[in-house]
């Protein structure tokens, strides 16, 4: 089965310019989440969706950071206006969990995000 | 709080010797614990899950409730082994991962 994709691979931008992030799950996967991985650190959940609906967005900068999941299907991040500090690996992942939690989760390639 | 510790950055051993990567946890309920994996240009995966009790590519890893311990060991380590290793633990369905440890097996 293909795996969970992202695109872009790699994001190069200024200060207080804005970026998206796009992300496509594994087919029939229900839950989509979103980890920002800094340097040196393990990944951070940033967003988790179960279908279209939002189960845990605690550690979002919602002030600058924003996601949707429409459809319950592909998912995209966005940052605005972005900061030195979000430069990070942007990890998307996916699983068959439908509420319980227990099932694996995959994630994609990741986008390399550079703030200059 | 949920909160994942693995101590060591970095680890290097060689070829044939054993291998121990340490995770401890903090969780105050009933706790789910996982070893991640990233080989060099490939994507994280799941190597192992405490609930499975299996032994993936000759690694094991048991829970022990009384240290918070998770440890990840390979009786004799190969070279394709080498990678960054991430403890994971899930309470209350979110995911936390530890900061990693990269190991590096020389031959």
């Known amino acids: 089965e293909a795996g969970v994709a992202q695109s872009p691979r790699y994001k190069i931008i200024e200060k207080r310019q804005s970026v998206a992030f796009w992300c496509n799950p594994i087919?029939?996967?229900?839950?989509l989440y979103w980890y920002q991985q800094i340097l040196g650190q393990g990944p951070k959940l940033l967003i988790q969706f179960q279908n279209n609906g939002v189960v845990d967005d605690s550690q979002l900068p919602k002030d600058r950071f924003s996601a949707e999941r429409l459809k319950g299907v592909d998912s995209t991040l966005k940052i605005q206006p972005a900061k030195l500090e979000d430069s990070a690996v942007y990890l998307c992942a996916s699983s068959l969990d439908r509420g319980g939690g227990g099932h694996e989760q995959f994630f994609g390639p990741g986008t390399r995000l550079t703030v200059l | 709080a949920q909160r994942v510790t693995q101590p060591e950055k970095l680890l290097s051993v060689f070829k044939g010797a054993p291998v121990e990567l340490k995770c401890n946890y903090s969780y105050s309920g009933s706790p789910e614990l996982f070893w991640y994996v990233q080989y060099s240009r490939q994507r994280l995966q799941l190597l192992l899950r405490?609930?499975s009790r299996e032994s993936i590519k000759g690694f094991t890893a048991d829970l022990n409730k009384g240290e918070t311990s998770f440890h990840l060991k390979k009786p004799f380590a190969q070279e394709e082994d080498s990678a960054m290793y991430y403890c994971a633990l899930r309470g209350a369905q979110k995911l936390v991962f530890g900061q990693g440890t990269r190991l590096t097996i020389n031959p």
């Open positions: 087919s029939g996967h229900a839950t």
């Open positions: 405490h609930i």
